[in-house]
């Protein structure tokens, strides 16, 4: 099956515990994305990659790594949490290196940083 | 700077009804128009894309229209059913930023049976 697997779906840390959200895609995606959901601000963009060892920043990529060292994979990195952090995370892919096709999301990892 | 706008935020009709859902945009160069739902808890799936060069896409109930010159795209819903319940978001890749994509905030849909 098609499909974007993020993992975990649940996350609760401390603050400044480094954190890895994993992001695996089946469908030999060129591109994936970042995206934070946060109440009254909805979906912004953290960081993007439109090929393997190409990444780029969105419009919230403070506090934030990835990195794309396998077309199928794009994790993120939190290397010292704060609670701003705080949020409902997605990954995305899509066929083109860029968002020209449609997009696949995960599920999405609901990450609480105390 | 790109900006995406959807009024309203939350809608509420009875079962049957044919509904319009809005998204406007300030920039008018962009590559395509996607339209997605997000059931509660769940990641988004993309419902419909329309390239910058067409004016609509349908699939199903849905119809979704785009009009660059005047920044809107509109999402229409035939004969709507409570399973269309759930939060419809438009988003555009704005021309010439690379991969970025911006999102509006969406219009959470409750239809009534």
């Known amino acids: 099956e098609a499909q974007v697997t993020q993992n975990p779906r649940y996350l609760i840390t401390v603050t400044g515990k480094k954190l890895t959200v994993t992001c695996s895609q089946n469908m030999n995606h060129e591109y994936m994305s970042w995206y934070r959901q946060d109440p009254g601000l909805g979906l912004r963009q953290i960081y993007y990659s439109m090929n393997v060892e190409v990444t780029d920043k969105g419009d919230v990529p403070e506090g934030y790594k990835v990195s794309r060292k396998e077309k199928r994979n794009f994790p993120l990195i939190l290397e010292s949490p704060s609670p701003n952090q705080t949020s409902l995370y997605f990954c995305?892919?899509?066929?083109?290196?860029?968002?020209?096709?449609?997009?696949?999301f995960g599920n999405g990892t609901r990450l609480t940083v105390t | 700077k790109q900006e995406v706008t959807q009024i309203p935020a939350a809608l509420s009709v009875p079962e049957g009804e044919n509904l319009v859902l809005n998204c406007s945009f300030t920039d008018s160069a962009i590559y395509n128009l996607q339209w997605f739902r997000q059931d509660p808890g769940k990641g988004l799936t993309s419902l419909l894309l329309?390239?910058?060069?067409?004016r609509e896409q349908t699939s199903g109930r849905l119809n979704a229209s785009l009009d660059k010159s005047s920044g809107r795209s509109t999402l229409y819903i035939a004969a709507s059913q409570p399973g269309d319940s759930a939060t419809y978001l438009c988003?555009?890749?704005?021309?010439?930023?690379?991969?970025?994509?911006?999102f509006g905030q969406g219009t959470e849909l409750s239809v009534k049976p």
């Open positions: 995305a892919s899509s066929l083109a290196t860029r968002p020209y096709s449609p997009l696949h």
């Open positions: 329309i390239q910058s060069s067409q």
């Open positions: 988003a555009v890749p704005p021309w010439n930023q690379g991969g970025k994509l911006i």
